[in-house]
């Protein structure tokens, strides 16, 4: 049995120890927000919070989360109360076909938890997720204006 909270609450699953995080947030907690890309951590489609820090879920084993808080997109925001980067997103028309959108977004959800005032650089350095439609700019401009949003 692997215990984490996930996305606020506690749970306890039974499953292999190496199984990656990924699978058991869309398997077995049914989340499907975090999403599958290319299974070797390198597109970050899968990027996900474990006690505040971005991971590529692929590649991070179950167990290595035991008792840890472990955060998937679905805890970004709502409908009602979107997060600055969700609004943000939308303003620039970030996604086109949207795949990868839910990785970025918590990469850069993890990015302006450690530096509200990102720089293009800082952005540059720590946003490596792989977008194949290229929005890169409009994910940066993105970023810079929720940013602003949220220091203000």
Known sequence: MISITLNGREQSF???????LLWLIREEAGL???????????CGACTVHVDGQA??????????????QVNTVETLGSKDAPHALQTAWIKHQVPQCGYCQSGMMMAA??????????????????????????????VKAAILDAAKEISS
């Open 32 to 42: 499907r927000g975090t999403k599958f890309g290319c299974g070797i951590a390198q």
């Open 109 to 138: 959800a993890a990015l302006l938890q450690s530096n509200s005032n990102p720089s293009n650089d800082d952005i540059d350095v720590a946003m490596t997720n792989i977008c194949r439609c290229g929005t890169y700019s409009r």
């Open 14 to 20: 039974d499953v292999e120890a190496d199984m990656p």
């Open 55 to 68: 991971v590529r879920s692929c590649m991070y084993p179950a167990l290595a989360a035991q008792g840890k």
